[in-house]
Nanobody
Framework: QVQLVESGGGLVHPGGSLKLSCRTS????????MAWWRRFPDTPRVMIAR??????EYAADVKGRFTISRPNADNTVYLQMDNLKREDTAVYFC?????????????WGEGTQVTVSS
């Protein structure tokens, strides 16, 4: 069994920065890609940043402000969030996708709350 654990969430003022971390434990696993998602109240999770073989992609509303990184291609992923806005307030989730043959297994963390408020 694989566990993903997010950390680094909290309360920050508008314009401020936070860095989220996601670490993996449990059974050995090799993630094809890792990503960060977020969920606003009463809405589904939405992907905001993904890194696959070093290539990154971002949702339009965070591009230029958020940076995803995966140093050494291990199963740790970070999300540097700069110039945070009130509308970034959400629960942030880490995701790691593992490919076995033709099947993709999606692994999720429990989430960490980010609140942007003055």
């Amino acid at each position: 069994q694989v566990q993903l654990v997010e950390s680094g969430g909290g309360l920050v003022h508008p314009g401020g920065s936070l860095k989220l971390s996601c670490r993996t434990s449990g059974d050995p696993v090799s993630f094809t890609s890792m990503a960060w998602w977020r969920r606003f109240p009463d809405t589904p999770r939405v992907m905001i940043a993904r890194i696959t073989d070093g290539a990154t992609e971002y949702a339009a509303d965070v591009k230029g402000r958020f940076t995803i990184s995966r140093p050494n291609a291990d199963n740790t992923v970070y999300l540097q969030m700069d110039n945070l806005k009130r509308e970034d307030t959400a629960v942030y989730f880490c995701n790691g996708d593992e490919t076995r043959g033709n099947i993709i297994y999606h692994n999720w963390g429990e989430g960490t709350q980010v609140t942007v408020s003055s």
